[in-house]
């Protein structure tokens, strides 16, 4: 996805900051025209903070979970209004490179299965919100987790390629309700008590990396090779 996490907010030293210091900033609603370059951001008071987000400032180099992603701090309005927001100094970042600020793997994918499993073991409905999961690519028709056979294997996704690369370890952001950032189910406690911990990780969903860049969409077809 080229332009995925196109944009992100790092403490002034460039340390990475994320929802899970501070689950609220999902409540921000952004609209991106990459085509024009602007950036509208909607607060949750109504508030609306927007610009050019073409030019990019002071560079800083910032730690992606053990990858080290360069980028600009973006100059305007974005450091005031994130900074009054969450109560702390912050930054709006933009990548330097299209991409490059994906997790471990560039594509992460589950099964609708596997998050109707966790909200029948859980008795949570609110488990079925998949958004919680931040997931690129949801499929339906599985088995529950069904998508942890496929590690190592090829998978194609309408127009595209993947491999599956490994499996993704959870962390605090999936208990936060994705419409308000407050935590509202443990997602982690519930997902180690019927999967258990693999290491030091509980896992949901899989990584992969694009073999055949494609464009894929809602109803396309996914196929295991």
Request: hydrophobic residues 35%; aromatic residues 8%.
């Amino acid at each position: 996805m080229p332009e995925n996490r196109r944009f992100y907010l790092a403490e002034p030293d460039g340390t990475l900051f994320t929802a899970a210091r501070h689950g609220p900033v999902v409540a921000i609603v952004p609209e991106y025209d990459a085509a024009s370059e602007r950036l509208k951001l909607r607060f949750p008071d109504g508030a609306i903070v927007e610009g050019d987000v073409s030019r990019g400032g002071q560079g800083v180099t910032t730690d992606f979970f053990g990858r080290a992603v360069p980028g600009r701090m973006l100059e305007g309005p974005w450091a005031e209004a994130f900074s009054s927001y969450v109560g702390q100094a912050l930054r709006l970042v933009r990548v330097d490179a299209r991409g490059d600020g994906n997790d471990d793997a560039p594509v992460s994918l589950f099964s609708t299965a596997s998050a109707e499993e966790l909200a029948r073991r859980s008795g949570r409905p609110e488990a079925l919100d998949s958004r919680r999961f931040r997931m690129l690519v949801e499929v339906a028709g599985c088995e529950p987790h069904e998508e942890d056979r496929w590690n190592g294997t090829a998978v194609r996704l309408g127009e595209a390629e993947v491999k599956v690369v490994g499996f993704v370890g959870r962390c605090v952001i999936t208990t936060q309700s994705p419409s308000t950032g407050h935590k509202d189910l443990d997602t982690l406690k519930a997902i180690k008590a019927y999967r258990g911990m693999q290491g030091k990780s509980i896992r949901f969903g899989v990584y992969a990396d694009v073999l055949e860049p494609g464009t894929i969409g809602v109803g396309d077809p996914v196929v295991p090779q």
